[in-house]
C-alpha cells in the first residue's frame, strides 16, 4: 500500500543554517504531497503542497519539489530561524483511488539561537 | 473566528469503556475528518464526515465511530477501549473533501489505563 517515509530526528541546527527534511513515498498511482508543520502547542498546519511531477511547493521560505522519477519530496530551507522549531511531517494523498490521506512519522526540528 | 474546537483536552478512562470526543468545525467549514495521532507518530485517517454520513474511512475497527450533526459539528466515538488507544485525536474541517483545505483543532488526550 501507499507509504511515506520521513528522516528521522530529532534535527538540531543553528540559526542561518540550511535544512533539509527527506521525505520518500510509495504510491500506485499519481498522489499530491502535502508538507505540515505543528507548532509546539498548536493544531497542524499545512505548510505547502505540490499535486503533480515537477511542480514546486513553497511557503515562508520553505520549499519542496515534487520528484516523480526519485519518489522524494524533500523540505528545504536557505536560512532557518527559531521561530522554524516545530514538527514537520510529510503526506500524500491519491484522490482517484480511495482519497485518503497519509502522513509519515514526523521530524522534530530544534534550531539553537 | 474560533477555529476548529476540540473537547475535552484531555481523558483518562479505564480499558472497556467507552468514550466520546467532539469536534466543532471552523466557521462555514462542513466537512470534518477524525485523526488518531500516537505518541512519535504521524497523524492516521479515521474517518472523514459530510453531510452527516460517512464518506470515507481509514483502518480502523468498527469499535470507532462517529456522528456529524446538522450543525456541522461531530462526534467521535470508541467502544471497549484497549490500552492501545492511548493517543492524541486531531480533529480537522474543511469545506470541500480535499486535503490541502484542512484546519486542524488542537486535539484530545486520550489516556487508557
Known amino acids: 500500500g501507499d507509504s511515506v517515509t520521513q528522516m528521522e530526528g530529532p534535527v538540531t541546527l543553528s540559526e542561518e543554517a540550511f535544512l533539509t527534511i527527506n521525505c520518500t513515498y510509495t504510491?500506485?498511482?499519481?498522489?499530491?504531497l502535502f508538507w505540515y508543520v505543528q507548532y509546539p502547542g498548536e493544531g497542524l498546519q499545512l505548510l505547502l503542497k505540490a499535486t503533480k511531477a515537477d511542480d514546486k511547493g513553497s511557503n515562508k521560505g520553505f520549499e519542496a519539489t515534487y520528484r516523480k522519477e526519485t519518489t522524494s519530496f524533500h523540505l528545504e530551507k536557505g536560512s532557518v530561524q527559531v521561530s522554524d522549531s516545530a514538527v514537520y511531517f510529510c503526506?500524500?494523498?491519491?484522490?482517484?483511488?480511495?482519497?485518503?490521506?497519509?502522513f509519515g512519522k514526523g521530524t522534530r526540528l530544534h534550531i539553537l539561537p | 473566528d474560533a477555529g476548529v474546537t476540540q473537547s475535552p483536552t484531555h481523558l483518562i478512562k479505564t480499558r472497556g469503556q467507552q468514550v466520546t470526543l467532539r469536534c466543532s468545525p471552523k466557521s462555514g467549514h462542513d466537512t470534518v475528518s477524525w485523526y488518531q495521532q500516537a505518541l512519535g507518530q504521524g497523524p492516521q485517517f479515521i474517518f472523514q464526515?459530510?453531510?452527516?454520513?460517512?464518506?470515507q474511512r481509514g483502518n480502523f475497527p468498527d469499535r470507532f465511530s462517529g456522528h456529524q450533526f446538522p450543525n456541522y459539528s461531530s462526534e467521535l466515538n470508541v467502544n471497549a477501549l484497549l490500552l492501545g488507544d492511548s493517543a492524541l485525536y486531531l480533529c480537522?474541517?474543511?469545506?470541500?473533501?480535499?486535503?490541502?483545505?484542512?484546519?486542524f483543532g488542537p486535539g484530545t488526550r486520550l489516556t487508557v489505563l
Open positions: 480537522a474541517s474543511s469545506l470541500t473533501s480535499g486535503w490541502d483545505e484542512q484546519f
Open positions: 464526515y459530510y453531510e452527516e454520513e460517512e464518506r
Open positions: 503526506a500524500l494523498s491519491e484522490r482517484n483511488r480511495d482519497d485518503k490521506i497519509i
Open positions: 504510491a500506485t498511482g499519481y498522489p499530491s
